[in-house]
């Protein structure tokens, strides 16, 4: 078996990265620089398929930033929102299409490569405000991605259903290197500690009873005070 990942080098998809390995999966990383304000999660990839030697390739189109109007994520001139994914103001995060553009980059490669799959990591708790992280949208993809050569192929969404706390058990099991992925929006020498992905993080390793190994920044409220207040940083 033969896939292409798209792979940002985050916690999601670093456990699906390895858990394609532990399968016997031949694994190809595909990593994409669209503008996003935290490039640094492209380093990140780059220093994890290094180590695990996958081949890893990083498209340079800073230039799609222009097509993104109003996401937090593409324009500095809008702040990342603090706060948890429930909270309305994380819509900001949205990036419009994002996953239709990186799939459909990712199925040229699988096709040149002649391989089976394409995969990604689009889990259950992305649907509230993530369009393109939904199953339908996966389902629909997956129809297209299998008309788009005459060999068959596929699109794998291994997590679709699956919580956030569950990938981080799962990498776990597998000795996933979380200190190595990035995750903040922010973009920072260290995790902000507060922004919607951050929280996530932070939330899936507590409720598997397990340590963080992520540094936060210093004013990054404490995990204490976050549990206390029930994930909302504002209490």
């Known amino acids: 078996m033969k896939t292409v990942l798209v792979y940002s080098g985050g916690l999601d998809s670093t456990v699906l990265l390895y858990d394609l390995l532990a399968k016997g999966v031949e694994t190809h990383a ?8 935290h490039r640094r999660e492209l380093d990140a990839a780059a220093t994890i398929c290094k180590e695990l030697k996958v081949e890893h390739q ?7 930033q222009a097509l993104f109007g109003d996401s937090s994520l593409t324009n500095t ?3 990342v929102p603090s706060g948890h ?11 419009p299409n994002r996953n239709m553009i990186l799939l459909s980059l990712a199925t040229s490669w699988a096709i040149a490569l002649k391989a089976d799959s394409v995969s990604y ?11 393109d992280c939904r199953p339908e949208f996966a389902e629909t993809m997956n129809q297209a991605i299998g008309l788009a050569d005459w060999h068959a192929l596929r699109l794998d969404r ?16 597998l000795g996933v290197p ?34 963080d190994p992520t540094v936060y920044a210093p004013d990054a409220p404490s995990l204490e005070s976050l549990i ?3 994930w909302n940083i504002d209490a």
């Open 77 to 79: 001139a809008i702040p």
């Open 85 to 95: 994914y429930a909270a309305e103001n994380m819509k900001s995060t949205v990036v």
């Open 228 to 230: 206390a207040n029930n």
């Open 30 to 37: 595909l990593s994409i620089h669209y503008g996003q304000r």
């Open 178 to 211: 979380f200190d190595k992925t990035w995750s903040c929006y922010q973009g920072g020498e260290l995790h902000c500690g507060r922004c919607g992905t951050c929280l996530e993080r932070r939330e899936a390793f507590y409720l598997n009873g397990i340590k």
């Open 121 to 131: 990591a689009a889990h259950s708790g992305d649907h509230t405000i993530y369009p």
């Open 158 to 173: 291994q997590f679709v259903d699956t919580s956030k706390a569950d990938i981080v058990k799962l990498g776990i099991e």
């Open 58 to 64: 990083v498209l340079e189109l800073p230039q799609l």
